[in-house]
C-alpha cells in the first residue's frame, strides 16, 4: 500500500507529489492527460515561469520528482473506494491501486454556451480570465459574451486592457440600471439579440454574428463558462461535488480535506479561482497537511504499541530489580 494516491498531474498535484516525496513518503500520480489548460499558449502569472507552455510545465514538474519516491501512472481513474486503513483506486485500464489517503487534483471542465465556432477558439483568442491572458488582447476589440449574472462585470474588468469592449447579452437579461450606468461611463457597448456563431478568418476570431443577421467586428472574446468537478470517480465514497453559481466543485477546509476523512482536494477542482500558481501553492498546502495526519496517526501507533510493550513488563524488571 502506498503512502498517497494523487490522481491528477497538473500544477496542484505535481507540487503536491513534490513536497510528499521530499517528506519520504511513497507517491503515485494518476493523470488523464486533459489539463484544463491544454488549448491555451502559455500559463502567465506564474513566478519564473511566465508564457510557459501548459504541458512544458508538466514536463518540468515531472522532471523535479525523478529523484524522489513517486511515480507517475498515466490513466485515467473511474472509481474509488475505502478500504481497512484506507483507500482503493480503480483505473479504466482495468489496474487497481491502494493507498492509505488520496489527494485529488483533477481540475476543472469549462462547459461553453452552445455558440457556433465558440469552442474552437477557446484558450486561443476566446478567454476567461483577464489576470491570465488579457495582456495578450490588450487594445483590441474585446467582446464579452453574457453568460450568467457578472456579464457586466466581467465586461468592466476587461476595460482595463482595453478601451474597445462590447458586452454581447445573447438573450442573457439586461443589465440592471446601476450596471448600465456603469458601462456607460467607461464607454462599454452593450448588443442585444441572440448570437448566431463566432466566425473566424485565418485562425482568429473576426466577428460576433447575431441570428438577425448582424455582424460586428472583433479581435478577441472572453466568456463565463460553467464549470463541471472532474469528480464523478468519487460518488463510491459518497462524495459528490457541491452546486454554486458557477457550476460545481468539491468542497473542503483550509487545509483540503473533504467531507470523507482520508481525501482531500486541491488547486481548481475545490476552488475555481485558482490560477495556476495559486493551484500550486494549494498542493503543496495539502501535501503538508496529510504528512501531518499520516504522523499524527504513526506517533499513535508507535504510542499504543510502546505503553503495551511497557505494561508487560513487570514494574521491577523495567527497573533493572532481579526477580525471584
Not at 19 to 41: E, F, K, W, Y
Not at 134 to 153: K, L, M, P, T, Y
Not at 271 to 285: F, P
Request: with cysteine; charged share 20%.
Amino acid at each position: 500500500m502506498q503512502d498517497v494516491i494523487i490522481i491528477g498531474g497538473g500544477a496542484a498535484g505535481l507540487s503536491a507529489a513534490l513536497l510528499l516525496g521530499r517528506s519520504r513518503r511513497s507517491v503515485t500520480v494518476i493523470d488523464g492527460g486533459q489539463p484544463r489548460n491544454a488549448p491555451a499558449h502559455g500559463v502567465h502569472g506564474f513566478l519564473t515561469r511566465d508564457g510557459v507552455a501548459p504541458r512544458e510545465l508538466v514536463r518540468l514538474g515531472r522532471a523535479d520528482l525523478a529523484q524522489y519516491d513517486v511515480r507517475v501512472v498515466e490513466g485515467t481513474v473511474v472509481g474509488a473506494q475505502r478500504l481497512d486503513g484506507g483507500f482503493r483506486v480503480s483505473l479504466e485500464s482495468g489496474d487497481v491501486l491502494d493507498a492509505a489517503r488520496i489527494l485529488v487534483t483533477t481540475g476543472l471542465v469549462d462547459e461553453l454556451p452552445e455558440i457556433e465556432g465558440l469552442s474552437d477558439r477557446w484558450g486561443k483568442d476566446v478567454a476567461h480570465c483577464p489576470y491570465c491572458h488579457g495582456w495578450e488582447i490588450q487594445d483590441q476589440a474585446i467582446g464579452v459574451i453574457a453568460s450568467g449574472s457578472f456579464a457586466a462585470h466581467q465586461a468592466l474588468l476587461f476595460r482595463q486592457w482595453s478601451p474597445n469592449i462590447t458586452l454581447f447579452l445573447n438573450d442573457e437579461p439586461r443589465p440592471a440600471d446601476v450596471e448600465r450606468e456603469q458601462l456607460a461611463a467607461r464607454g462599454i457597448t452593450v448588443v442585444e439579440g441572440k448570437i448566431a456563431r463566432v466566425r473566424a478568418v485565418d485562425d482568429a476570431v473576426n466577428s460576433v454574428e447575431l441570428t438577425d443577421g448582424t455582424s460586428h467586428p472583433v479581435q478577441a472574446l472572453t466568456v463565463q463558462s460553467r464549470v463541471v468537478a472532474r469528480a464523478a470517480f468519487l460518488t463510491g465514497l459518497g462524495l459528490v461535488p457541491t452546486p454554486n453559481q458557477f457550476g460545481e466543485t468539491l468542497e473542503s477546509d483550509e487545509t483540503g480535506l473533504t467531507a470523507v476523512p482520508g481525501v482531500w482536494a486541491a488547486g481548481n477542482v475545490t476552488d475555481m479561482k485558482a490560477t495556476v500558481l495559486a493551484s500550486a501553492q494549494d498542493g503543496a498546502n495539502a501535501a503538508v497537511a496529510i504528512n501531518m495526519d499520516m504522523m499524527a496517526q504513526e506517533l499513535a501507533t508507535a504510542l499504543a504499541e510502546h505503553q503495551a510493550d511497557t505494561a508487560a513488563v513487570p514494574p521491577e524488571e523495567s527497573l533493572g530489580v532481579p526477580v525471584g
